[in-house]
């Protein structure tokens, strides 16, 4: 009896295997320009929240220690003239501990500073001067309160004495997930809207 040859199994053609391998290629591209715009989508919405927190937090600590300060600059050169007040700069100072006994008092300031080399944005710093027995004592201590400021703004509001009866501080800070670094490359590469804060603080010290 006669055997039936088998049929020869034929493989994949060059053409065949460069299309697969195209199809393949392009669905891997899909993938990651999803997953690319996935991430920078969480990146994006994380900035924000973390920087909205850490700002509100530097807010209210602000608002407390307008609250508790005393004797506020800068304030109008006539405090009578209607159009000096209210004042806006950008800083405030203030007296935020007296020590009558020992003659020490430490003046705090809080000022913003624009973009230095290598920034985007500026920043809003602290400064604590200490002052003993109407000496400056040493250099004043800094720290940086919060980076990636746009814009800040302090609006005082006097009364008679120059007595200051109200303080509103305006910030406009650009969300950045690293609060502590400055000049990061690629930062905000995302175009995140500025988040504004905006508080407000009378002294209880009349």
Do not use: C
Not at 3 to 31: C, K, Y
Not at 105 to 114: K, S
Not at 116 to 134: A, H
Not at 199 to 205: L, M, Q
């Amino acid at each position: 009896m006669k055997r039936t040859p088998a049929p020869r199994r034929r493989g994949f053609s060059m053409v065949e295997l460069l299309l697969s391998l195209a199809i393949v290629s392009m669905v891997l591209t899909s993938s990651m320009v999803a997953l690319d715009a996935a991430f920078k989508g969480y990146r994006a919405t994380t900035d924000a929240a973390s920087t909205h927190v850490v700002s509100r937090i530097v807010m209210h600590r602000m608002v407390a220690m307008i609250r508790t300060g005393k004797e506020f600059g800068p304030f109008p050169s006539d405090v009578l003239d209607s159009s000096q007040n209210p004042l806006e700069s950008d800083f405030i100072e203030f007296v935020s501990m007296e020590d009558i006994d020992n003659d020490i008092r430490q003046v705090t300031r809080i000022e913003f500073r624009e973009a230095e080399d290598g920034e985007d944005y500026g920043s809003l710093w602290f400064v604590l001067y200490t002052f003993d027995g109407g000496v400056l004592d040493g250099d004043p201590a800094e720290a940086r309160m919060i980076p990636n400021v746009e814009d800040a703004t302090f609006t005082l509001d006097y009364s008679v004495g120059p007595r200051l009866g109200n303080a509103t501080i305006d910030l406009l800070i650009r969300p950045n997930d690293d609060l502590d670094a400055v000049g990061v490359e690629g930062r905000n590469e995302n175009n995140t809207e500025p988040i504004r804060l905006v508080g407000s603080a009378t002294p209880r010290r009349l």
